[in-house]
């Protein structure tokens, strides 16, 4: 069902910070940076930088706003992982055979996540506590 581990999602109070500690500290390369507003975070990726099909990345996300997931991540745990990221294939293909394990999906339909990938969540309730998220790369 699952192609690998596409990410480890960090929520972080201040992007620039985190991104200097996970790269001068820990020596990962950045990887790309974008704002995704329906999300209401910024965010980077970080990782080795080589194209391997099954190498995971680490995203580092910060709330553009309290009042948004991420913020309230933070309000209540302080920092720290906020989610895990599995890859798919075919994201409509996947949600229908989770949805049919009577798991539910945070939204309806896909949304737009990093870098035009389309992405939807299973509520964590429903993942025996963690935050899933479920990415289909851009083509
Ligand atoms: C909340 N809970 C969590 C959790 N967040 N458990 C594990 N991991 C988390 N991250 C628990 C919380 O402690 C409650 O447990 C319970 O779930 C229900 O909480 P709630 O009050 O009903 O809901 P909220 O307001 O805490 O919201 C939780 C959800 C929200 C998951 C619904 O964070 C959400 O919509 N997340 C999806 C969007 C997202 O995370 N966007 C930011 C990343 P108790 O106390 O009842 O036991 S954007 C991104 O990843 C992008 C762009 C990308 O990858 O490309």
Known sequence: LFVCID???????????????HTKVMGWRLLHRETNEEQGVEEAMIGTGEQL?????????????????????????????????????DLDHVSEVLRGHGLRLLYPEAKIGTGGSRINFVHPKDARGVLLELVEPAA
């Open 53 to 89: 099909e099954q190498n995971a990345q680490i995203q580092l996300l910060a709330p553009l706003k309290e009042d948004s997931a991420i913020g309230k991540f933070l309000a209540r745990n302080g920092q720290g992982m906020q989610q895990l990221a599995y890859r798919v294939k």
């Open 7 to 21: 990410h480890v999602g960090l929520a972080v109070p201040d992007l620039d910070e985190a991104i200097e500690f």
